[in-house]
Each structure stands twice: as C-alpha cells, then as structure tokens.
Nanobody, 115 residues
Framework: EVQLVESGGGLVQAGGSLRLSCRAS????????IGWFRQAPGKERELVAR???????NYEDSVKGRFTISRDNAKKMAYLQMNSLKPEDTAVYYC?????????WGQGTQVIVSS
C-alpha cells in the first residue's frame, strides 16, 4: 500500500523557517518524482516544488530562493526547507507521487505564518 506521511508543520512568525518531511512507503521511492503542493483556504491546490528521480528541482515562482526541496532515497524521505516565510505561505502542505498514472497524496501538514 502506497503511503505518504507529512510532518513538520506548525505556527511560525513571518521571516521564520520550517522544515517539512514526507515519509514514503509501499513503492520503490527511487523511481518516482516527488512534489510538494499546498492549498490555502478558498484556493486551489498548487504545486510548490518538485524533485525528479535524478534530483532536478523546480519551484513555483513565489517560493524561488526561499524554499528548497530535497530527497533522501536511502531513507525514503522527501523534505521541503522553507525559509523567509510569509503570511501568504499559510496553507496545508501535501507531498505527492504519481505512480502508474495515479496521484497519491499524504494527509497534509498545516503551516501557519503569522504577521
């Protein structure tokens, strides 16, 4: 069974940092790209960052230079380091993997950035 479990969210002041973690199980982690998405209240879910199987990264424009996505294949973990957080980064953050044309999601972790 494919499982993705996020952790690391919380309440932080603007300008602060958080590190989100995503623990994967039930599939061969090395073979799949991992994405971090977020969904703010009343808004659609959006892709924040993506890391390929070879470590190539892509970021949504608003987080470039502030967020860093990484992966540790040996631990089956993906991370999202978030620095210089802004109130507009407040959202539920999800990690995701597309496996055999199906999108799998974790339960999400809440990030709240206070001004």
């Amino acid at each position: 069974e494919v499982q993705l479990v996020e952790s690391g969210g919380g309440l932080v002041q603007a300008g602060g940092s958080l590190r989100l973690s995503c623990r994967a199980s039930g599939f061969y982690f090395d073979d799949y790209a991992i994405g971090w998405f977020r969904q703010a209240p009343g808004k659609e879910r959006e892709l924040v960052a993506r890391i390929s199987t070879t470590g190539t990264t892509n970021y949504e424009d608003s987080v470039k230079g502030r967020f860093t996505i990484s992966r540790d294949n040996a631990k089956k973990m993906a991370y999202l380091q978030m620095n210089s957080l802004k109130p507009e980064d407040t959202a539920v953050y999800y990690c995701s993997a597309r496996i055999l044309q199906l999108d799998y999601w974790g339960q999400g972790t809440q990030v709240i950035v206070s001004s």
